[in-house]
């Protein structure tokens, strides 16, 4: 009996914490789209960290917004394209689309994703890259002009984040690097927590008596799906683990473009764990097969 009452006691308690755990969403909205509640943001850690003048970290608050819970794949442009095509608006159809010449690099002979990346269906749920924040910007246009002609009785717009609102949801008010809760780039079981280049200072081994970069040669195959090591690219938009929110990939994958400044946030498949925290940035002024973005939607009742 004594049993039974302590486990009467934490019942709640555990109903309590998965409720918490689940994602919130909207009935005016797809599931894909979860709730950030209204709350606090913690910026500049980075420059606190490196002990920049004693900076001390940004407090700012924002109002509830929703994000999408991935990042916006190729068949979600294709389905733009479409629209746009069938609606006979060929100037903004040509004005968006893709640059799928950024798998070109002098560093690696990417050609075959050049091809077929964006074309491929074995590619449909990877997230889209070769886009510009202006192409990006008309994309959550286009969501704002689709969603009114719904008539749900509310105004919903859609923007790419602000630098802020896309921070507030990798980490929510707590101060952590990573989108992920903790420190580390791998789980208890070995398990990579995102998508990035594995070959950063981890990498740097004694070998025959002298110090050389020894790469874990099973981290170069498609083994995004297993998670085990990185992805030679990209990976599924909804892929490795969601965070707090039910948010994927907001460290690594691709970095992500944010409406208020031309740099993309968060790191990618190209960059060591180091640089996939949540205010990792890289210049955001051209295409790049590194970057991608999502959506955010407020609804006004």
């Not at 420059?47 to 900076?55: D, G, L, Q, S, T």
């Not at 707090?244 to 498949?269: C, F, H, K, P, R």
């Amino acid at each position: 009996m004594k049993k039974l009452g302590y486990l009467l006691l934490f019942l709640p308690l555990l109903f309590a914490f998965g409720k918490s755990k689940k994602p919130q969403t909207s009935k005016y909205l797809t599931k894909n789209y979860v709730k950030v509640p209204a709350g606090k943001v913690y910026t500049n850690l980075e420059k606190v960290r490196m002990n920049e003048r004693a900076i001390e970290p940004t407090l700012d608050s924002l109002p509830e917004f929703y994000i999408f819970n991935a990042e916006i794949t190729n068949v979600n442009w294709k389905e733009f394209l479409y629209y746009l095509k069938q609606e006979g608006r060929m100037e903004e159809y040509n004005s968006n689309i893709l640059d799928t010449t950024v798998w070109r690099t002098a560093l690696a002979y990417n050609e075959p994703y050049v091809d077929y990346y964006y074309q491929h269906p074995a590619y449909k749920d990877y997230p889209v890259v070769g886009i510009t924040l202006k192409q990006a910007q008309a994309y959550a246009a286009w969501l704002t002009e689709i969603y009114a002609l719904k008539n749900q009785g509310v105004t919903i717009t859609f923007s790419v984040p602000t630098k802020l609102q896309w921070i507030r949801a990798a980490r929510g008010n707590k101060k952590k690097d990573y989108a992920w809760d903790g420190k580390y780039l791998r789980n208890s079981k070995g398990i990579y927590l995102g998508n990035f280049k594995s070959s950063g200072a981890e990498y740097v081994k004694k070998r025959l008596g002298k110090l050389e970069v020894v790469y874990d040669d099973s981290g170069y195959s498609e083994r995004s799906l297993t998670m085990e090591s990185g992805s030679l690219i990209t990976a599924p938009a909804e892929s490795y683990y969601p965070n707090q929110y039910g948010v994927y990939n907001m460290s690594g994958n691709v970095a992500e473009l944010v409406s208020d400044d031309t740099v993309a946030m968060g790191g990618s498949w190209n960059d060591t764990g180091y640089d996939v925290r949540v205010e990792s940035e890289q210049p955001a002024t051209e295409p790049k097969s590194t970057i991608g973005f999502r959506v955010v939607a407020v609804i006004e009742e």
